[in-house]
């Protein structure tokens, strides 16, 4: 094609070739990720935010082995995530915002979810030898993956709502809203409309904060339950099913969209965002790696072409599936109608 290769309208990112030297570089490339991992589960960031510390401040604040903090801290300063001067330790300014708990930015949710994810991965090997997934902490999984998709989905979700093109709609189901991020952009990009948001009783009460400080609670209704066992509530011309198909397998994935079918009016609208993959599922790159994670981290789970989400929407009643964009960054996203 011209101007290279792309997949669903996008252009891919070129494929690696590898050398001797990078591959020994992807070995080892755990290193950097773990010091980081261990800086933000300690908070040092925001600590070093304030103001440059002495090791013996550091250390008094987090009560950790002046040793062992030592090397960390020198670690995260050649890494470049530190600034190092007279003995003293300090988060460079322009990190900040992303990586101290008070920056309006802040990416640390993100990074405490990868912590999560680190002992899943971890287990690659034995779930590919046919192990089971491990289970984990729901409770401290659920906070951080609600932290880590507020930070994902806040610098995009006005622009893929906009994509969404949600003018008409009057009634917005958000099924498994998680934080609200896209429930509070649709009521922002359509004043008329009414949302309601469905998500389990623990996540909604993390979102009901969200919406309050958006002043949207007058037009977002919050209902608790469990899209895998409840029905959804009813009476909606949009829904939008957000990182959620990559949950489920094939037979749960069917079982969602009718339940997302019956919540719809006749015509009604379902767009479905998430990784689609090429049809030899090596595209996109992040698609490929995030079957990985729901791999390690789901009985069923994955990433999918359109062709499956198509059929699936169609044996739950569906017609006119249409992928309306590829991605990158699973903000591909597909729809379809419930017929009139």
Do not use: C
């Amino acid at each position: 094609m011209p101007g290279g290769p792309r997949f669903w309208g996008h252009r891919l990112l070129p494929v690696t070739t590898h050398t001797p030297e990078s591959l020994a570089a992807l070995a080892r490339g755990f290193q950097e990720t773990r010091v980081f991992l261990t800086a933000a589960e300690l908070d040092l960031f925001t600590l070093l935010a304030e103001r440059p510390l002495a090791l013996e401040e550091v250390a008094a604040a987090r009560g950790a082995s002046p040793r062992a903090l030592a090397v960390l801290l020198d670690a995260l300063a050649a890494t470049g995530l530190l600034e190092k001067a007279g003995g003293k330790w300090r988060t460079p300014e322009a990190l900040a915002p992303f990586l101290s708990s008070r920056g309006e930015r802040s990416l640390l949710p993100l990074a405490l979810h990868s912590v999560q994810l680190w002992d899943r991965w971890s287990r690659l090997t034995e779930v590919v030898a046919g192990s089971r997934p491990m289970a984990g902490d729901r409770e401290a999984w659920t906070r951080a993956f609600i932290g880590a998709m507020n930070a994902i989905a806040a610098p995009q979700a006005d622009a893929l709502v906009a994509a969404v093109e949600p003018g008409p709609a009057r009634r917005l189901l958000d099924v498994g809203g998680g934080p609200a991020t896209y429930t509070i952009a649709f009521a922002r990009a359509v004043p008329g409309l009414r949302a309601t948001l469905f998500d389990l009783p623990a996540v909604v009460e993390m979102a009901r904060g969200h919406v309050a400080a958006a002043g949207l609670l007058d037009r977002i209704d919050l209902v608790a339950g469990d899209l895998r066992t409840d029905v959804l509530p009813g009476g909606h011309d949009l829904a939008f099913v957000s990182a959620i198909v990559h949950m489920l397998g094939p037979s749960g994935n069917v079982a969602l969209f009718r339940k997302v079918h019956d919540a719809l009016v006749p015509g009604g609208r379902i767009v479905i965002r998430d990784h689609v993959m090429s049809p030899d599922r090596t595209a996109p790159r992040a698609g490929a790696l995030f079957a990985v994670n729901m791999l390690v981290g789901t009985d069923e789970g994955g990433t999918f072409t359109f062709e499956e989400l198509a059929a699936w929407l169609a044996e739950a009643g569906f017609e006119r599936a249409r992928l309306v964009r590829g991605g990158e960054r699973m903000d591909a996203l597909v729809e379809a109608f419930r017929p009139a």
